[in-house]
Structures are given as C-alpha cells and as structure tokens.
C-alpha cells in the first residue's frame, strides 16, 4: 500500500526541520513532498537575522575569559559577576536559538544549524564567540561546506576551544589539528600520527585579537617544510584544509554522518557512496546533497520512517509547533535539556552528543513521557539533573552546592497557554468516527500501532474540543511520540 502524501510530508518536516505545525498540519495531504521541498528551500533562503545577546563587543570578550589582561586586574566579586552575567547571556542565546527553531519558517535552516552545532562542537564561556560561531553556522548551514569549515576554523571559538592559542614554532600544540581531521573532515583512522604532528605545525601562528577577529601571527609560525597526506610543501593552515577538501574521504565522512542523522542510524553503504561522490563533484554544495537526499524515492522508504529517536530539542521544539503555546516561564525548557541530556552550546565533549539510543535510559524516558502533561496542565518540575561533569565544564560541586542547584532547578513552566482552538482547526471536517485515528496519524510518525481501546479510556467526551485536546496530550506522552 503506498504512503499517504500525509505521512511522507510529515516525515520531511521532521527530518529537515522541527515537525508540523497547527497552520499547516491541515494541508499537508494537499502538497507533494517535492512541492514540500521546494517550499522549505524558499523560506530558509530568506535574508539571515542574526541572533545577537552581546551586543557590546568589549563586554562579550571580557565576560568569562580566564586568560586575558583585563582578568587579572579586576577583583574576585568583579570576575563572579562577569562569569554569572556570561551564564545568563548563554541561556538567553540558547532560548532565542530555540525559539527560532520552534516559530521560524526557515526549518531547513535551523535544523541544518543544529546538526552542525553537534558537528563542530565547541563549548567556551565567552558569550561574544559562541554567538559569532553559531553565526557562521547559520549562515553556511546548507552553503558550501568548504566555506563553512574554513570560518569555524578560523573562529575565535574554535581556536579558544581546541587550545590553537598554546600552537607555536618549536611548541606545538596537536589539539586543533588532531580534531579538525578527527571530527570535521576525514574521520579517525584515516591519517597517520605523523600527519597530525605535521598539520599541528602547519597551523601555528592562528589566533585572534581581543576584537574577535581571526589573526595570523607570523613569527609564532613554523616556516619550515612538511609533509602532509603525502604532500610535501611549506604549508601554512589554509592548505592543510585545502588538502583535507581534496581528499574523497571528507565528502565521505561528511555524508555518512548527515545520512545517519537525516536519514537512519542503519547506513546503506550504496546510497551513500552515490552521496558521497555527487557531494565530492559538486564542490561541496550541502543544499545539492540535501536534495539529493530528500527528494529521493528511498528516503520515504518505510524502513526510513518513524525510526529515528528524537534528540530533546526536536522533542521540545516539536511539541510547541503543533501546541502553540505561550510560556510565562520560558527558562523551564532549560531545564528539560539539561534533565534530558542536550543543552545547546554546552556539548558532552569535542565530539558532540553521541545522539541515537543514548537519548533514552530509564529516567530520561519517564521525563519525555511526562513533558506534554506539564506543558500544557501547569504542572511542577521538580527534577534532579544528572550529575554530569562533562556537562558541568569540570566544576564538580560538593553537596552544599549541588542542593543550591536542585532548588534552582525546581520549578514551574508558570503559566501556559494553548491555542487549541488553533490545533483543533486541523481536524476541522473529519467525521466524529474518524477523529481518533486521524489525530493519531496527525501526532504519531511510528510503524507501531496503538491500541484505540485503551487510548479510548483516556480521552474526554465532554466535547470535540476537549476529546482532540486529551487524545493529542495522550499520543505524545507515549513511547511512540518519541520516535521520528
């Protein structure tokens, strides 16, 4: 039986983007997927509005830095208020990020954004760079990826992150190097020790000025000649990159990791070879790959459809596009990333979170299932966060302190409210008969079935508004909601 153009637009929506919303949910039987497509590249074109928190250059720089001048000159009350202002301009950054996610019509944009941010994972407490970074992000998420990695490279908070800073002649700091090959481009066991030394060498003398500028310091560079990837030359840290852009290998790597991540954690080394090589041939283009991908027959495979475990920002983001809501406390969705194990702009470690089944353990799953309920009936948080060091930044806490951040973690979403005479206005004209499993295929992406008789002891008859109302909270605090 083939797929509904429901069901396959709805899988498109939440893999390039943050799922359907109220306004268009109703419409999505009436698009093809191609049509769809076209859509989403049209809207995430539009002019870029930067997400800015730090508007005051100088303040962005000082706040948090550890290892400038002007931090050794001012006194410990002056360096906490500077590191707790940097705290809140962090979760101002990721609530504004996140909101775009949720309300902006640029989806393709925004969740190509969020993969990279995985990507080129980076964590430094200067407000200033992070914002710059994520930028860079935005701007390049489905340009050409050569342009992209060149900009985070050469990025403040790129170089602070990976100690590129400490990477002079005659003192070489193998960090930067090692990851730029490990994790941008070709993927471990591709290169040799030798050739990490010899990138190590070659990027020495990248820095930047105290403006957030990129700045090459030519007498902390090694001039020598290295040999790198079989090349031999006086290679500088543009032509390293260069050469890893030559190699077939990064538009491997690179392909695999977006078919993982868009398409199923099962890879198909077939498809991807094909990806891989028009990636290679077309000079990087992203955009070109991602329709290569999306407008394919096999993406809307079966196999391929609601198989992919939600990360907690596609779970937050998604429930409050079809929810629209208004949130009187919005800092309660850092909670649940914390909670859940995904805050942006504090990754794991260099890698990025690792995503697929890690998502889900025992109290991560009773969480998720409990989300809907507390969104949308003003229900109390009070919740324990992992005691996580990575998480932490290393500032492991004694047990005073960890019980000052519990109590600041307990608390209410405050209050909210549902436009749910919005959401009800997706199933405007479906027959009272058909409204449960129309709703459910509207929520629900999974292969597996409900069983309507038991969803029915849940639902509230009073009226139609209250049955849509009480059959959605219903799906989406099942295991299956969880699913994409």
């Not at 925004?110 to 710059?132: D, P, T």
């Not at 868009?262 to 790959?289: C, P, Q």
């Not at 890690?358 to 992992?386: C, F, G, H, V, Y």
Request: proline share 3%.
């Amino acid at each position: 039986m083939p797929l509904s153009n429901r069901l396959k637009n709805q899988h498109l929506l939440w893999r390039a983007g943050f799922g359907p919303t109220a306004e268009n949910a109703a419409s999505l039987d009436n698009i093809t997927s191609k049509q769809l497509w076209q859509l989403l590249l049209t809207t995430s074109a539009k002019p870029l509005e930067k997400i800015e928190v730090a508007n005051n250059l100088t303040d962005g720089l000082v706040t948090g830095m550890r290892d400038v001048a002007q931090m050794e000159k001012l006194t410990k009350d002056e360096k906490r208020a500077l590191q707790k202002q940097s705290r809140e301009d962090l979760k101002s950054l990721n609530l504004r990020w996140l909101d775009e996610m949720i309300n902006s019509q640029a989806q393709l944009r925004e969740k190509m954004s969020l993969f990279w941010h995985g990507h080129f994972a980076c964590r430094v407490v200067n407000i200033y760079y992070q914002q710059q970074l994520l930028d860079i992000i935005r701007s390049n998420a489905f340009g050409k990826f050569s342009d992209m990695l060149r900009s985070v490279s050469k990025s403040p908070a790129m170089l602070q992150f990976l100690n590129n800073r400490q990477n002079k002649k005659q003192h070489p700091n193998e960090n930067f190097a090692r990851e730029v090959m490990e994790l941008f481009t070709m993927g471990r066991g591709n290169y040799t020790e030798n050739d990490v030394k010899e990138a190590a060498r070659a990027f020495t003398g990248w820095g930047f000025n105290q403006q957030g500028e990129f700045l090459f310091r030519p007498f902390q560079h090694d001039t020598g000649s290295k040999v790198f990837l079989g090349k031999a030359g006086n290679f500088n840290g543009d032509d390293i990159i260069n050469i890893l852009l030559e190699q077939k290998q990064t538009a491997y790597f690179i392909t695999k990791k977006i078919y993982r991540y868009f398409v199923n954690e099962k890879t198909n080394e077939v498809k991807i070879t094909w990806l891989a090589n028009r990636l290679y041939e077309s000079g990087y283009d992203i955009k070109k790959l991602m329709t290569d991908v999306f407008t394919s027959d096999w993406f809307y495979e079966e196999k391929n459809i609601g198989t992919k475990i939600k990360s907690p920002v596609e779970l937050i983001a998604g429930i409050r596009r079809l929810l629209p809501m208004d949130m009187q406390n919005n800092n309660a969705q850092l909670l649940f990333q914390r909670a859940l194990g995904q805050i942006l702009f504090y990754p794991p470690n260099v890698a990025g979170w690792p995503g697929g089944k890690s998502w889900i353990d025992s109290s991560t799953l009773m969480l998720r299932l409990r989300i809907p309920q507390i969104l949308t009936t003003d229900e109390a948080i009070n919740i324990r966060p992992k005691s996580d060091d990575d998480v932490m930044m290393g500032q492991m806490m004694d047990d005073k302190v960890t019980a000052r951040v519990n109590k600041a973690y307990a608390a209410k979403t405050g209050t909210v409210t549902v436009n749910w005479e919005a959401v009800a206005a997706i199933f405007k004209g479906v027959p009272r008969e058909n409204l449960q499993d129309n709703i459910a295929k509207t929520i629900l992406q999974s292969n597996s079935k409900l069983s309507t008789v038991l969803l029915a002891k849940y639902l509230n008859n009073e009226s139609r508004e209250n049955f849509i109302k009480s059959a959605i909270i219903n799906l989406m605090s099942t295991p299956e909601y969880q699913l994409c």
